[in-house]
């Protein structure tokens, strides 16, 4: 005979000693035992019972021996007249009376059943727990169908998972919502939840790829050259340009509130220190992720607090890293032909 055992999911945790065919009735051994264990342990009973073709009323006598807790040993043994006499269903409900602590019900719905999606859990992982409480609340109040649980599930899916479901085109989701078997509406929804993982994860990496290039290629950005290139070219800032570079100093990072005003800084000439490299071209997707994560095209950090009026050849484009203008002394149809890239 091949006997197997139920794998505790912590530590002191109940498990049942069964009959892989069920010809014999299964075990419950000592230890914790929560609605879940006990309902597993009902349905190896009932499967016990279909094998060796046990009627209703013989079925509560076949497993009062099945029980190590001596809790339950106890209330067997001082109830055994009255217990034999029950039907498997009242049994069962005077078993989990005595097994479980009182509101055990209310307890599992509010805490493993009503909960939202967490944002960083699969949606396999999260229904599933979602399922087996729904299991162990079976002949309960709280317990759901497979219309209500599919409406409770939809309910309470995470936000993300949501707004991916949103931007599905109409005919894939007139496709999910058609569908009514509650199991194939299951596997087609973490299809998408797994659709969206590997769209985050491709979008991580893209993000830390531009994030990378735009570390290794803002060191050509600096003057290349020795120190007195360097102070002559900041020696020809006049006050008005050196004004307009320190009010958007990158240590103060001012909110985009806080910038000033344009027409100040319109007319402001900064000219280009010798040995001066314009940043590289910026790709199709390096400019839609600065795009979409509210990136500067000319620092290229992503979420830039500051503001990026490059509309005009004439205006200055403000960045916590550097300020010019497109026009500068020699015009903007050389700077043009030296490589100006504003992405």
């Known amino acids: 005979m091949s006997f197997s055992t139920t794998t505790p999911t912590t530590s002191g945790m109940a498990t049942i000693k069964f009959h892989d065919a069920g010809k014999s009735a ?3 051994n000592d230890g914790i035992i929560t609605p879940s264990v006990l309902q597993m342990w009902k349905k190896k009973a009932e499967l016990f019972f279909d094998v060796r073709k046990i009627d209703d009323a013989n079925r509560v006598k076949n497993v009062l021996s099945s029980f190590s ?4 040993v106890n209330w067997i043994n001082e109830n055994e007249v009255t217990l034999r006499a029950l039907p498997w269903a009242d049994f069962i409900a005077q078993l989990k009376k005595t097994a479980l602590t009182p509101g055990w019900d209310n307890s599992v719905f509010r805490t493993m059943v009503n909960v939202k999606q967490p944002r960083n859990e699969s949606f396999c992982n999260w229904m599933n727990g979602v399922r087996g409480a729904n299991f162990s609340l079976t002949d309960t ?4 169908d497979a219309d209500a649980l599919r409406t409770h599930l939809e309910s309470h899916i995470s936000d993300d998972l949501a707004d991916f479901i949103a931007s599905l085109t109409k005919n894939e989701r007139d496709h999910v919502e058609s569908i009514k078997d509650l199991e194939e509406w299951l596997r087609e929804i973490m299809e998408i939840d797994e659709n969206m993982s590997k769209s985050r994860k491709r ?3 893209l993000i830390e790829k531009a994030v990378k290039r735009q570390r290794t290629s803002y060191a050509s950005y600096r003057p290349a050259g020795n120190a007195s290139s360097t102070s002559s070219y900041r020696s020809s800032n006049d006050s008005s340009s050196s004004s307009a ?3 958007i100093h990158p240590s103060s990072k001012p909110a985009v509130s806080g910038f000033p005003k344009f027409s100040s800084l319109l007319c402001t000439k900064v000219a280009i220190p010798p040995g001066y490299h314009f ?3 910026l790709t199709d997707e390096e400019r839609e992720l600065l795009r979409k994560y509210l990136g500067c095209r000319m620092c290229r950090q992503l979420f830039a607090d500051h503001p990026l009026p490059y509309t005009s050849p004439r205006r200055i484009i403000l960045c916590t890293h550097h300020t010019r203008t497109c026009e500068q002394d020699f ?3 050389r700077i043009a032909r030296r490589g100006c890239r504003f992405g």
Not at 69 to 72: A, C, D, E, K, Y
Not at 141 to 144: M, P
């Open 26 to 28: 299964p075990i419950l």
């Open 69 to 72: 807790t001596q809790t339950l």
């Open 141 to 144: 109040r709280f317990h759901k």
């Open 203 to 205: 979008h991580k990496e």
């Open 245 to 247: 570079v320190s009010s």
């Open 279 to 281: 940043p590289p071209k």
């Open 331 to 333: 015009g903007f149809s």
